[in-house]
């Protein structure tokens, strides 16, 4: 009959991406509310023979609230390590044999919505949350990585089968990332498709992209594989493919190769067959997919109404698919599925496993696609159990998640061979009772108090009774008709439906028609009895088994027995004395026929008392008789007492369910425990024996389990009895002791023998828009139960029953209002009645608290009170008496005159005040008419509020206009300044009001009144917009202090303020804002200087774009395009700085001309100049604009374009025909370059815009001696340098001493030829070989260098100009005697500041600092060894100046190369290959030298070359 014990448990987690997991050889584990529970699967399940080779093997119980994740270690050995992640932040690792935790790791700071254990790393488990945070945790070393990928929900993440670093992430907003976690969550590829939540993410069993044949770029072909199994493996190619399910309907494959999507599948929607579900409701999609791992060409998804499809790859075009189970009706699922697990048994068969929002698991064959076996579950708690008595092991259970099941305890062929029931209950199913001989008929009430009859045999909906329970329906029970029921003999039914409700109500339902009104049986007991007292509330009804005695348990504790036909009472039994929630008659077929008389009750107390009842019953007494002994007492249990059931196989043996989460078989003769099982984590709501096996017992919780359990497999024989128990046991009995007062309440007098609706349970009333098949719409109903869960231990269960008990007890606990005071948990179990006397129990403060303290003094003072009256108001004049008397009694003016009402209220006025109650005040005087003074005291004492001074109008408009200036002087005070406003513009005081803002800075609100109230030109919004914008601009705010100089029509400050930021786009927008108001001078320095910083950035694009915006620039184009050309021209060279990957303009340019040729090509074809007056007109605009000289700390990128305008004036004096212009033009880019100490440069303008030299100038010039002939022959100079300097380089085994005479020589020199020349040694100072032979030179190179030494000759004769020579020595001469002065004096001043400081605590450190600061010029009298004066310094720059000064000016204009470091570079030359240099060029520069070399350094270096 298969016996074994078995588990009904509670329903998996919904709206889990990975709630439910299996290995191979047969373990299938799934999540359900805080545990996760073990399935063993296949021939290790031990199941009987026939049966579904499947069974409930364990729980994993350590999390505290829900658990979202659970995954399996998939590498074999370690087959028992499971991690789960939950709701309490923590990832916990198990060991599943042990059912431990090994360890756990609380990483997250937030919700972990995802969780997978690696197919490929043995020890790494990775988890995400619903903030984004990823976290890979490594068990075996205990270590975590951290990752942060996307600021987004994750929903699923699935790590490869294939590449050990690859995590594939799954977002709420339809994102899909594969990450590698070895590069810190390095983004490898984003997948975007889907635009809804990513439910289920599946890897391609097989790595490569060769097992599928889709039609992408390139056209593979298909590949064989018949029936979609492998049928030799497949070579591995980098990339596999990806699929991914989505909550918008599609699944699509991805290819990581190539990071996007190759194919997208819609599902089809499918015709409903046989599901049990509401068609009403739309619930939401839920989309998961299993790849089969022999099946690549294959995939598993959900479908919308729970049904499972399998697709086929190789056919995606057609959308071709297989639906699961299609042959056999009713087989699938029928709401949405939320996950698919492969097995693989011990037998190699390969199943599937499904879990389902219609709470069964189901098991299916992958090779026949049937289902195997389904195991239900409960979505709430297990309230009611109850076997029928005509159709033999058939259990009903009534649950809390809407449904009823009917369980064949019987089937061979399944042991879970459950039926739900969910049509028109929509409640929690809180009883159950079967008909005693009508086949399938079963009665049910829920707990919003409805009774209904189902037909188990049919689809047809229930009955339901018209007449509804106000509160939670306790108990049902069949019983004979009462002769209330007065329909005539004939249409009497043989046996009526008796409920009793949470209100205290027994109801008589005629199950012939239950439309008809039904009836309260207290009426007939009432009548009958003659009874004249308030019947007790009732809270249990069960009647003997022979229908001709009925029990009534009550709320007080008391038991009533009643005889049919009338409902007689014979007896009260006064044993309990807390609410009794089970009564229980013991069966009639015993082998003791006097054994039916026995009748066991629970209560709210642990005891449970057995009575005898034969004596009374048979005994027929005339009034009822009262016992206060019981029969036998069962003591054990240390909470409530919650259901009862008589073995129907033994005499006198009975099982008890109880709030210490344990169920107990007792020997009740011998008031023995014999066996008492603990298997349930909750409290205990229901037990049933099993009618056919002696040993087995079902039993229900909280815990949402149902277990059947055999009484012979049992550890222990009693309850836990342990201290913490007695203790807290003890604790809970004095609970309500302190709320005596209770007891008046006649709201709550009410019963609340099991107040269903609890916080705990989430289905509830609300649900009833759909069916609660499922609990409630989209959330799951496992949070139902909030308590903590109790660990295994009973005695824990026990000792957290007093705090979980909030808001509502639980189960069949039927508590009761306050009667005798000893009711337990009485507050937490009356959550609905508690509302309405919570509205009574707080009283207004009094207005006249004095005058009714007053009224309640001793009788005496009370009396003494009436005579003072009677002589007060009967007294024909004043009297003196009287009026002393009426003083001290001042609350008797309620009775007496006005002017004594007066002082009543003026003395209970000022108590107020002294209480700290103003307002109470303010309303006593309103009542006696003083509205000004009331006002007056108010702002006063500054307590005026909204509601006086929204009465003020009835005191008249003065007096309303001064309080409402008074209110606004007190809400300054009180910070509230905009509402101050508000205020003042009630009165209309606009200017008040606006000024009030400004001052408090509240610049927005004032604009907004002033421009809603005042006059457009009022002066005071110009003065508000000016004071705003200048905060504004003060703090850095500047588009919005822009806007607010626009609105005072002060454009040009909007403009000037905008491009305060001096970024491209502030100015740009400064630059178009100019532009639109009219002040175009602004706007064109505005947009060249947004085209500079465009052009620090290299946007030339950008910096044309700038420059369009104003006409005026025209010319600085021109300069900007010469200088993208020389830019791209030197980057093409690789001479800039790094070549660059900025985009230039695309202007068509001929590589074949000059460079001059092609600057003036794109002018003429980008800029339309074609005729010498544009060019002239170019020029004008362009000449006007003055750069300062350079200095060798000039930024490269600002130095080109002072360089480029120079060079633009040059182009276009040159096409506009005057030459003088141009050379001046291009001598100055050089002289720039020069200064700047960029040598590179300078050659590259020598090579772009002389590449033939200079001589073809000459001819262009006319006139040899005219005004530009010293400019030409200091161009000339330059170009020869420059050549010179080239030419030395040229030579091979370069003095390993040149790169140090050269930088000495620059001591004396300024800092932009020192600059200057560094850059012209750098060549030889990086180059390596530098110091070592070169060898011999070739004979050609030898040619060459001989024809450039004989031009050289000839053309460094004009570089030795002795004129030159002795100018430049003056000038170094002047510098040096400046510098030297410059040193004296700084000395002077360290000196006086030495003197000043002798006396003070730091007297040394100055002196040190002068010491050191002189050195320098020690140094220097040291090389001079003799100390320069005063006067000499003086004499020398005055001979200096003369000599300045006599010189002519034509040599003076224009700077020319330093004479005598072409001296130098001559000797060094003639040095190296003296033929290269003639004898008389080499005496030349060394008379130069000679004579004009005086300087030390030029000194020192010629004696260098020399020595």
Request: net charge negative.
């Amino acid at each position: 009959m298969g016996q074994e014990p078995r588990t009904l448990p509670p329903s998996p987690n919904w709206y889990c991406s990975r709630c439910s997991d299996a290995v191979p050889g047969g373990l299938f584990g799934f999540a359900a509310r805080t545990s996760v529970f073990l399935v063993r699967v296949g021939p290790g399940a031990d199941t009987i023979p026939g049966t579904p080779p499947f069974r409930v093997i364990g729980e994993l119980v350590g999390h505290t609230e829900k658990v979202s994740g659970f995954t399996f270690c998939h590498h074999p050995g370690q087959y028992n390590l499971c991690a789960t992640s939950s709701d309490d932040g923590t990832v916990k690792i198990w060991e599943v044999e042990a059912k431990t935790v090994v360890t756990e790791h609380a990483l997250h700071q937030h919700t972990i919505s995802a969780l997978h254990w690696s197919p490929r790393v043995k020890d790494l488990i990775v988890s995400g949350d619903e903030k984004g945070v990823v976290f890979c945790y490594w068990l075996n070393r205990n270590d975590s990585q951290h990752l942060f990928i996307e600021p987004r929900t994750i929903f699923c993440l699935t790590c490869s089968p294939h590449h050990e670093d690859l995590v594939a992430i799954g977002y709420k907003d339809g994102i899909v990332v594969i990450i590698d976690i070895s590069k810190k969550g390095e983004v490898m590829h984003r997948l975007r498709g889907h635009d809804d939540e990513i439910h289920s993410i599946a890897w391609c069993p097989l790595s490569g992209e060769d097992c599928l044949s889709i039609n992408q770029e390139e056209n593979s072909e298909e590949p064989e594989i018949p029936n979609g199994k492998v049928t030799a493996q497949t070579p591995v190619t980098k990339g596999c493919y990806l699929a991914t399910g989505s909550k918008d309907q599609t699944i699509r494959i991805w290819s990581c190769s190539r990071g996007r999507g190759v194919m997208t599948l819609k599902l089809p929607f499918l015709k409903r067959r046989g599901g049990g579900v509401d068609p009403t409701v739309k619930e939401r999609l839920w989309l998961t997919l299993h790849w089969p791992k022999d099946q690549p060409t294959q995939l598993v998804s959900s479908c919308f109404g729970g049904e499972l499809l399998l697709w086929d790859l190789t056919q995606s075009w057609r959308r071709k698919y297989t639906l699961f189970s299609g042959s056999s009706e009713g087989q699938n699922h029928s709401r949405i599925v939320f996950n698919l697990c492969p097995l693989q048994t011990e037998e190699d068969k390969q199943l599937l496993l499904s879990i389902s929002m219609d709470r069964d698991v189901k098991c299916w064959d992958m090779a026949t696609l049937e289902c195997c076996w389904t195991l239900p579950s409960l979505g709430g708690f297990a309230y009611s159990l109850a076997f029928s008595p005509v159709d033999t092991g058939c259990l009903a259970i009534g649950v809390g998640d809407g449904m009823i099941r009917v369980w064949n305890t019987l089937s061979i062929k399944n042991n879970y061979d459950v039926k739900n029931f969910w049509q028109g209950v929509k409640s929690k199913v809180t009883a159950l009772c079967w008909h005693p001989t009508k086949e399938g008929c079963l009665a049910f009430g829920t707990d919003d108090g409805k009774v209904g009859l189902y037909d188990t045999y049919s689809n047809k909906p229930p009955q339901i009774s018209s007449t509804y329970h106000k509160k939670t329906v306790y108990s049902l029970a069949w019983g004979p008709p009462v002769p209330a029921m007065a329909l005539g003999e004939g249409d009497r039914p043989s046996l009526t439906l008796y409920s009793c409700g949470g209100e205290g109500i027994v109801l008589q339902h005629n199950p012939w028609k239950l439309s008809g009104e039904a009836f309260d049986i207290n009426k007939l007991i009432r009548d009958t009895n003659s009874i004249k007292y308030k019947l007790p509330v009732h809270t249990e009804i069960s009647w003997k088994a022979d229908g001709k005695i009925m029990a009534l348990g009550n709320e007080d504790g008391s038991i009533e027995i009643f005889k049919v036909p009338n409902l007689k009472l014979i007896c009260t039994i006064q044993q309990h004395h807390k609410l009794v929630n089970t009564i229980s008659w013991h069966h009639e077929h015993g082998s003791q026929p006097e054994l039916s008389y026995l009748m066991a009750s629970g209560s709210n107390n642990a005891v449970i008392y057995v009575h005898n009842l034969q004596t009374v019953i048979e005994s027929n007494p005339e009034s009822p008789v009262t016992i206060t002994e019981p029969y036998r007492t069962l003591s054990g249990h240390t909470a409530k007492i919650t259901s009862l059931a008589w073995s129907p196989h033994h005499d006198g043996r009975l099982v008890s369910a109880s709030y210490d989460g344990t169920a107990q078989v007792w020997d009740t003769l011998q008031e023995e425990p014999l066996c008492n099982f603990r298997g349930h984590r909750g409290r205990l709501l229901c037990v049933a024996w099993s009618p056919l096996d002696p040993d087995c017992i079902y039993s229900g919780a909280d815990d949402f389990c149902v277990y059947k359990w055999l009484t012979s497999m049992q550890e222990h024989s009693r309850p836990p009895q342990g201290k913490k128990s007695i203790e807290l046991e003890k604790k809970r009995l004095s609970q309500p002791k302190p709320k005596p007062k209770k007891k008046k309440k006649p709201t709550l007098r009410v019963p609340v023998k099991q107040e269903l609706c609890d916080g705990n349970e989430e289905e509830s009333v609300k649900e009833s828009l759909g069916p609660v098949e499922n609990g409630v719409s989209d959330q799951e109903t496992e949070e139902e139960a909030r308590e903590p869960e109790p660990p295994c231990g009973v005695t824990s269960a026990v000792s957290k029953e007093p705090i979980i008990c909030t808001p509502a007890a639980l189960g069949f606990e039927k508590s009761k209002s306050t009667i005798n005071n000893k009711v337990t948990l009485l507050k937490k179990d009356v959550p609905k009645e508690k509302p309405e006397a919570l509205i009574k129990k707080r009283k207004a403060r009094s207005m006249l608290p004095l005058s009714t303290s007053l009224d309640h003094r001793s009788k005496e003072e009370l009396h003494q009170d009436c005579l003072v009256l009677a002589t007060a108001k009967h007294s024909k004049g004043p009297s003196e008496d009287v009026s002393t008397d009426l003083e001290e009694r001042f609350h008797l003016g309620l009775f007496t005159d006005r002017a004594t009402l007066y002082r009543m209220i003026e003395v209970e006025g000022k108590s107020h005040l002294e209480n700290g109650h103003p307002e109470l005040f303010h309303q006593l005087m309103l009542w006696k008419g003083d509205l000004k003074g009331v006002l007056q005291t108010a702002a006063e004492r500054g307590e005026l509020t909204d509601n006086l001074v929204a009465m003020a109008p009835v005191a008249g408009y003065h007096v309303w206009v001064w309080a409402v200036e008074a209110f606004a002087k007190q809400l300054c005070f009180q910070d509230q300044y905009v509402k101050a406003a508000s205020h003042l513009l009630s009165i209309h005081k606009v200017y008040e009001a606006v000024e009030l803002l400004k001052s408090n800075h509240f610049y927005r609100e004032a604009i907004a009144i002033a421009k809603a109230r005042l006059r457009p030109e009022d002066p005071i919004i110009k003065d508000l917009y000016l004071s705003w914008g200048a905060i504004l601009e003060k703090d850095g705010h500047y588009a919005l202090a822009a806007k607010c100089y626009l609105g005072a029509t002060s454009a040009y400050d909007a403009a000037k303020v905008l491009a305060k930021k001096g970024d491209a786009a502030s100015l740009r927008t400064a630059a178009e804002l100019a532009s639109i108001v009219g002040e175009n001078e602004l706007s064109a320095s505005l947009a060249l200087r947004c085209a500079q910083e465009l052009l620090l950035a290299r946007n030339w694009v950008g910096a044309q774009e700038a420059l369009q915006l104003h006409t005026s620039l025209k010319g600085q184009r021109l300069v900007f395009c010469l200088l993208e050309l020389l830019s791209k021209h030197l980057e093409e060279k690789q001479l800039s700085e790094g070549k660059s990957s900025f985009s230039y303009n695309a202007w068509p340019t001929d590589s074949e001309g000059s460079f001059v040729e092609r600057v003036t090509a794109v002018w003429k074809s980008t800029f339309s100049l074609d005729s010498p007056e544009q060019y002239q007109a170019a020029f004008q605009q362009l000449q006007k604009i003055k750069y300062p000289s350079a200095t060798s700390n000039t930024p490269s990128k600002q130095l080109l374009l002072h360089i480029c305008h120079d060079l633009t004036l040059a182009v276009l004096s040159q096409e506009a025909g005057s030459w003088d212009a141009a050379v001046e033009g291009l001598l100055r880019a050089v002289i720039r370059s020069y200064d700047s100490g960029n040598f590179t440069i300078m050659q590259e303008v020598h090579s772009a815009f002389l590449p033939q030299g200079c001589d073809h100038l000459r001819g262009k010039l006319g006139d040899h001696q005219g005004p530009t002939t010293p400019a030409f022959k200091s161009l000339k100079a330059f170009f020869i340098y420059g050549r010179l300097y080239e030419f030395w380089w040229s030579l091979s085994g370069p003095c390993p001493e040149s790169s140090v005479w050269v930088r000495a020589a620059h001591r004396s020199k300024t800092s932009t030829e020192q600059s200057l020349e560094v850059d012209r040694v750098s060549p030889e100072e990086t180059d390596p070989k530098a110091s070592q032979p070169e060898p011999s030179r070739t004979p050609e190179l030898d040619v060459r260098l001989i024809e450039e030494g004989e031009q050289m000759q000839n053309a460094c004769k004009e570089l030795l100009s002795e004129k030159h020579a002795d100018l430049q020595n003056a000038q170094r001469t002047v510098a040096e005697v400046q510098e030297t002065l410059g040193e004296m004096i700084r000395q002077h001043q360290k000196s006086q500041l030495c003197k000043s400081t002798a006396n003070g605590p730091d007297k040394n450190e100055p002196e040190q600092e002068g010491e050191s600061l002189s050195h320098p010029q020690n140094q220097c009298k040291e090389e001079k060894n003799e100390p320069v004066s005063l006067p000499e310094l003086t004499k020398r720059l005055t001979e200096a100046n003369e000599r300045i000064a006599k010189l002519p000016e034509s040599i003076k204009t224009w700077p020319f190369p330093d004479v005598l470091e072409c001296c130098l570079i001559l000797l060094h030359v003639g040095s190296q290959c003296p033929s290269f240099v003639t004898q008389e060029m080499q005496q030349q520069a060394q008379e130069l030298l000679q004579k004009y070399g005086n300087t030390k350094v030029y000194k020192r270096h010629y004696q260098t070359l020399y020595t």
